[in-house]
């Protein structure tokens, strides 16, 4: 039975793998993005606001990278929540998505996807930040 | 392939899907991640407008793990709304951490795996998130 049950089951990410925070708020968008990771083979944790993003890094689990929409409602927005992250935790790689064409000033040394993105050209930004790594 | 606002991927065959309704970010990471664990898709909604984004948008569901605190205070109709019009979705209407923990264990001994570990530690590392607590080498 438990042979049987086992066969059943896909990979999982290996701990090991480069932890992705994914901040979204736009639900469907944030479904489609962190499976296509997680089928990618990174470990993803979701969040659909700043304030999430920014008490899951409080709580002290690792993250490589955020993936932050710049628009989000509640107190803070993306370009916030990576100013934030880049104050207190320096060492997470910051990656950008927007709807807008005119975001004005992005955090310096980040990089930004206009919706609607590529998931290939995501998931290959991403692994190329995280090729250290690995 | 550009992913689409609205149209969403069917899930893998042979696979449940379960929707987990918290509004706790710390919980619903790890009760998803739990899951994940034990075999299942897991979806992550952290509202009631989201849960009926994800069920309109056409995704399959199998279980519904729905939170009484989920905002709007809306939980019961939610749940009613539901059960009358995705009868097929199994839905489990939980109250607190401790009750969510043992019902997604439930969910594990039913699922496609045994469940790698017991529902308490799910509360634990719960309770750990929530204390901010950081590893040693912070």
Same mark, same amino acid.
């Given at each position: 039975?438990?042979?049987?049950?086992?066969?059943?089951?896909?990979?999982?990410?290996?701990?090991?793998?480069?932890?992705?925070?994914?901040?979204?708020?736009?639900?469907?968008?944030?479904?489609?993005?962190?499976?296509?990771?997680?089928?990618?083979?990174?470990?993803?944790?979701?969040?659909?606001?700043?304030?999430?993003?920014?008490?899951? &890094?409080?709580?002290?689990?690792?993250?490589?990278?955020?993936?932050?929409?710049?628009?989000?409602?509640?107190?803070?927005?993306?370009?916030?929540?990576?100013?934030?992250?880049?104050?207190?935790?320096?060492?997470?790689?910051?990656?950008?998505?927007?709807?807008?064409?005119?975001?004005?000033?992005?955090?310096?040394?980040?990089?930004?996807?206009?919706?609607?993105?590529?998931?290939?050209?995501?998931?290959?930004?991403?692994?190329?930040?995280?090729?250290? &790594?690995? | 392939?550009?992913?689409?606002?609205?149209?969403?991927?069917?899930?893998?065959?042979?696979?449940?899907?379960?929707?987990?309704?918290?509004?706790?970010?710390?919980?619903?990471?790890?009760?998803?991640?739990?899951?994940?664990?034990?075999?299942?898709?897991?979806?992550?909604?952290?509202?009631?407008?989201?849960?009926?984004?994800?069920?309109?948008?056409?995704?399959?569901?199998?279980?519904?793990?729905?939170?009484?605190?989920?905002?709007?205070?809306?939980?019961?109709?939610?749940?009613?709304?539901?059960?009358?019009?995705?009868?097929?979705?199994?839905?489990?209407?939980?109250?607190?951490?401790?009750?969510?923990?043992?019902?997604?264990?439930?969910?594990?001994?039913?699922?496609?795996?045994?469940?790698?570990?017991?529902?308490?530690?799910?509360?634990?590392?719960?309770?750990?998130?929530?204390?901010?607590?950081?590893?040693?080498?912070?």
């Amino acid at each position: 039975m438990s042979a049987m049950k086992q066969s059943c089951r896909e990979p999982e990410a290996d701990l090991r793998a480069p932890v992705v925070l994914v901040a979204e708020d736009e639900i469907l968008i944030r479904i489609t993005l962190t499976q296509h990771l997680r089928n990618a083979g990174f470990r993803i944790i979701e969040a659909s606001g700043a304030s999430e993003a920014i008490g899951i &890094l409080s709580s002290g689990e690792r993250v490589d990278v955020l993936f932050t929409d710049v628009r989000m409602p509640g107190d803070s927005d993306g370009i916030r929540l990576a100013q934030w992250v880049k104050q207190n935790h320096p060492g997470v790689r910051i990656v950008f998505a927007s709807g807008e064409k005119n975001i004005g000033e992005i955090v310096h040394g980040t990089r930004l996807f206009p919706k609607p993105y590529d998931l290939e050209e995501v998931e290959s930004y991403i692994r190329e930040l995280v090729a250290d &790594l690995e | 392939m550009p992913y689409s606002e609205t149209k969403y991927r069917p899930s893998p065959a042979n696979r449940e899907v379960v929707l987990v309704a918290e509004p706790d970010v710390f919980a619903r990471v790890v009760l998803a991640e739990y899951l994940r664990e034990c075999g299942f898709e897991v979806i992550e909604a952290g509202s009631a407008p989201d849960v009926l984004t994800v069920l309109r948008s056409g995704q399959e569901i199998d279980i519904l793990l729905l939170d009484a605190q989920l905002s709007d205070g809306s939980c019961f109709n939610l749940a009613r709304e539901v059960r009358e019009n995705y009868p097929r979705i199994d839905v489990f209407l939980t109250f607190g951490i401790a009750r969510s923990a043992e019902k997604a264990g439930e969910i594990c001994d039913d699922g496609p795996l045994y469940r790698p570990y017991h529902p308490q530690e799910v509360v634990r590392r719960i309770q750990r998130l929530r204390r901010g607590l950081k590893p040693p080498s912070d």
